[in-house]
C-alpha cells in the first residue's frame, strides 16, 4: 500500500488515511426523520472500520425534500440531538464526522411531501414523473438559507465537515444541469446563472460558519443523457463554487434518468468514475475524492498513485464489510469481505424502505446478531458448500461448535460458482473465496466429493444437521424436454458442452437473462422465448436495465408472451402471442424457468427424528440473499 494509508489534510482537518465513506442511504430512521438506536449502531460500525472519515447520509434541510418518511431531517432544531449522537459516536471510534446536506427537488413525489416537488423548472423527474412547481426567486433566497440554516445545525452537532449534495439529480444538481434547467433569468442559461443557487449555498455557509470550516460538495460530473452534464463543464461550475468557498470535491456521475451510474451494478467496470475524478483534479487545485465500484484495497492505493484522486470513497464495500480498512492495512485480503455490486443495499431501500445487503446479513441488526460464543458445543454435520452451508458453516464454527460441511462436488460456492462463470459476474468468487477462507481460519472440517445419504447421516453421529443441499432445476412439461441437447443452466455454463450455433433459452427472468448474454458473447445466435409480458423481471433496476441493453447489444432475440409447444432434434416450435406459430431451428435448448427446492434427506431423516434445518434453495428456491440470511440467523442460534 504505497498511499492509501498516509495521513491527508482538508484544511485543518487532519484525516489519518486516504479513505473515506460516502453519504449511503441507510433509511434506518424513524418515520419522522429522527436517528434510532440502530442508525447509531450502523455508524458506530461504519466508523470503527478504520475509515478516516464517515459523512453521514443525505439529510434534508427542507420537509419538502424529503425522498422518504425515512430520510434523516436536519431541517428543524429538533434533529441536532439526534445528529450529534451520531457525531459523538462517530468521532469516538476514530473517525472524522461529515455530514451532506441535501434537498430532492424534482426527485420526490407528491405522495411523499404532500405538495408538487419543487424544481428550477417545469420539467417533471424522467423517472417519478408527475407535475412540479417552477421556483419562483423569492423561492430559491428561502432555499439557500435553509441549507445554510441546516449547516449551522450540522456543526452545532459536532459535524466537522459539511458535504453539500449536487449531483444524482437532486435540486442543485437540477440547477447546474441544462438537462433540467430551461430557466431564462439569473439563475438559468449560461453556466454563471445555473451554478448561481449552488454558488450563493456555499457562500452562505462559509460566511455563516467562517474561513475555516471544511466544506464538500458532490457534483455527477457526467450525467450521461442529451443535454447533461459533461466534465468540461462540471470543470467550469466547480471553479466558480471553489472561488466561493469549497474545499474539496466529491467525484460522481448520473441523474434521476442515468442511475446505473450514480450506483453502478457488477456489468460496470470497477472504479468506473476515477477518469472523470482525475480530468478534475488536473483542473482544480483542491483535494479530489473519487467514488464507485471502489471494492478492492490494491485497486483503491492505485487509484491515487496514477493521480486521480486524493481521497478513494469506498461506500457500499464499508456496507458489506465494517473491518475492510482494518484488514486492507493488516495485508487480511482474503478476509475481507467485499461487495460484489448486485446492488440489493439499492434493491431493499426501494422495496424495504432501509438498507440491507446480500454479503453481510448484520446490516441494519448489527446489534441482535453479534457472534456470541455457543452455551454448549455440537457437532454439527453440514450438507451443502453453496452460501448458505458456507456462511452457516463459518459462523457456527466461530462460536465455538464442532463443524463439518459435506459437499458432494470437489468445489464450494454451489449455484454462486457456476454464475460466476459469466464474465459480467465473476466477483461471486469474492463472496465464495471469502466464506471459504472464514470456513477454514475457524476451524470447519471440510469433507468433499461426498455424497450424503442417510446411512452417512447416522455413521457420522452428529448431533445437528444443517441441510443447504439447494434446488433443482424446474422441467416444463414440453415434448421433447429430455433430448439430448437439452440442457439446464448449469450445464449451459460449466463450459463441458459446447451447445452450438444456435440456441433457445426457454426463460427470460435473471438467470434466463444471464445464460444467453453469456451465450451470445461465446458467438452463440440466441433467442429467449418468455412467457410473460417482461424480460428479467425480479432483477434490479439499473442492474436490469444495463443487462436488458446489452442482450440487444449482442442481438439476442426476444420472444415475449410466447411459450414453447415442442422441442424437436433440430428445431423449437412456439406459439407467440396473439397465437401465431413459429419454428427456430436450433442446436441446442436451454431451460431456465426457475428451480424447486431439494430436499428428500429432509423428509428422511425427520422421520427419523434427527434435529435437523434447513437453509436456503433446499428450504425454499430463491436467490443467495435468503440463503446468507437464513444461515446466519441459524447459525446464531444453535
Known amino acids: 500500500m504505497e498511499m492509501l ?8 482537518l487532519n484525516l489519518s488515511n486516504r479513505i473515506v465513506m460516502p453519504p449511503l442511504a441507510s433509511f434506518l430512521i424513524e418515520a419522522d426523520g429522527s436517528m434510532t438506536d440502530k442508525t447509531v449502531e450502523h455508524y458506530k460500525r461504519r466508523a470503527q472500520s478504520g475509515a478516516s472519515m464517515v459523512i453521514v447520509e443525505a439529510c434534508a434541510v427542507s420537509a419538502d425534500g424529503i425522498v422518504s418518511h425515512h430520510q434523516a431531517r436536519i431541517d428543524e432544531d429538533r434533529y441536532t440531538e439526534g445528529l450529534s449522537k451520531i457525531a459523538r459516536t462517530i468521532r469516538a471510534e476514530g473517525a472524522i464526522p461529515a455530514v451532506q446536506l441535501h434537498h430532492a427537488g424534482r426527485q420526490t413525489s407528491i405522495k ?8 428550477p423548472s417545469p420539467l417533471p423527474c424522467p423517472t417519478i414523473k408527475g407535475e412540479v412547481e417552477p421556483m419562483s426567486v423569492d423561492q430559491i433566497q428561502e432555499m439557500v438559507w435553509k441549507f445554510v440554516e441546516a449547516s449551522r445545525r450540522a456543526k452545532e452537532a459536532g459535524f466537522e465537515l459539511i458535504e453539500v449534495h449536487g449531483a444524482h439529480g437532486y435540486l442543485v444538481n437540477q440547477f447546474l444541469s441544462p438537462f433540467s434547467n430551461i430557466r431564462e433569468d439569473e439563475y438559468g442559461g449560461s453556466v454563471e446563472n445555473r451554478t448561481r443557487f449552488a454558488k450563493e449555498i456555499v457562500e452562505g455557509i462559509r460566511g455563516l460558519l467562517g474561513p475555516d470550516y471544511p466544506i464538500s460538495f458532490k457534483i455527477s460530473a457526467e450525467e450521461f443523457v442529451p443535454n447533461g452534464l459533461t466534465t468540461k463543464e462540471s470543470i467550469e461550475i466547480l471553479k466558480i463554487l471553489v472561488g466561493a468557498g469549497v474545499d474539496v470535491v466529491q467525484v460522481s456521475a448520473g441523474n434521476d434518468a442515468t442511475p446505473e451510474w450514480i450506483c453502478q451494478p457488477m456489468f460496470m467496470k470497477a472504479a468506473c468514475l476515477s477518469p472523470y475524478a482525475k480530468q478534475i483534479k488536473e483542473a482544480l487545485n483542491i483535494p479530489v475524492m473519487t467514488v464507485g465500484r471502489i471494492n478492492d484495497p490494491i485497486l483503491a492505493d492505485r487509484i491515487l498513485v496514477e493521480g486521480c484522486a486524493d481521497l478513494v470513497c469506498i461506500g457500499r464495500g464499508l456496507i458489506a464489510d465494517p473491518e475492510f480498512v482494518i484488514k486492507a492495512r493488516e495485508g487480511r485480503f482474503d478476509e475481507i469481505r467485499r461487495c460484489i455490486a448486485c446492488n440489493t443495499c439499492m434493491q431493499s431501500i426501494f422495496k424495504k424502505g432501509k438498507v440491507e445487503c446480500l454479503v453481510n446479513p448484520t446490516v441494519g441488526r448489527e446489534k ?9 458445543r455440537r457437532r454439527i454435520m453440514v450438507v451443502g458448500a453453496g452460501p448458505g452451508g458456507l456462511n452457516f458453516s463459518w459462523v457456527a464454527a466461530k462460536r465455538g461448535h464442532e463443524v463439518h460441511l459435506f459437499e458432494k462436488e470437489n468445489h464450494v460456492g454451489g449455484q454462486l460458482r457456476v454464475g460466476a462463470v459469466t464474465s459480467f459476474k465473476r466477483e461471486l468468487l469474492n463472496l465464495i473465496n471469502f466464506q471459504y477462507s472464514q470456513a477454514r481460519k475457524n476451524g470447519v472440517v471440510f469433507h468433499m466429493g461426498t455424497l450424503v445419504d442417510v446411512a452417512l447421516v447416522k455413521e457420522f453421529g452428529p448431533d445437528v444437521v444443517v441441510l443447504a443441499t439447494g434446488s433443482k432445476p424446474i422441467l416444463p412439461d414440453i415434448p421433447g424436454v429430455d433430448l439430448p441437447h437439452v440442457f439446464t443452466p448449469s450445464q449451459a455454463l460449466n463450459g463441458i458442452t459446447q451447445l452450438g450455433q444456435r440456441v433457445v433459452v426457454i426463460g427470460g427472468g435473471p438467470t434466463g437473462c444471464e445464460v444467453a448474454l453469456h451465450l451470445a458473447e461465446g458467438g452463440s445466435e440466441v433467442f429467449i422465448v418468455e412467457l410473460q409480458e417482461k424480460l428479467g423481471q425480479g432483477l434490479e433496476s439499473s442492474t436490469k ?5 446489452v442482450l440487444g447489444e449482442r442481438g439476442v432475440k426476444v420472444f ?13 416450435r412456439l406459439e ?9 431451428l436450433v442446436d441446442a435448448v436451454v431451460i431456465a424457468i426457475g428451480s424447486k427446492a431439494d430436499d428428500t434427506l429432509y423428509t428422511e431423516l425427520r422421520a427419523m427424528n434427527y434435529p435437523v434445518f434447513k437453509v436456503g434453495d433446499c428450504l425454499e428456491a430463491r436467490n443467495a440473499k435468503e440463503a446468507i440470511l ?9
Open 5 to 12: 494509508f498516509r495521513p491527508f489534510k482538508i484544511k485543518e
Open 112 to 119: 411523499v411531501i404532500g405538495v408538487k416537488p419543487k424544481a
Open 368 to 376: 441482535e446478531m453479534g457472534i456470541i460464543p455457543a452455551t454448549q
Open 545 to 549: 436495465k444495463i443487462l436488458l441493453n
Open 560 to 572: 415475449l408472451g410466447s411459450r414453447v409447444l415442442s422441442i424437436a432434434k433440430d428445431r423449437v
Open 576 to 584: 407467440e402471442k396473439g397465437g401465431t406459430q413459429k419454428e427456430i
Open 630 to 638: 437464513e444461515s446466519a440467523l441459524l447459525a446464531r442460534s444453535i
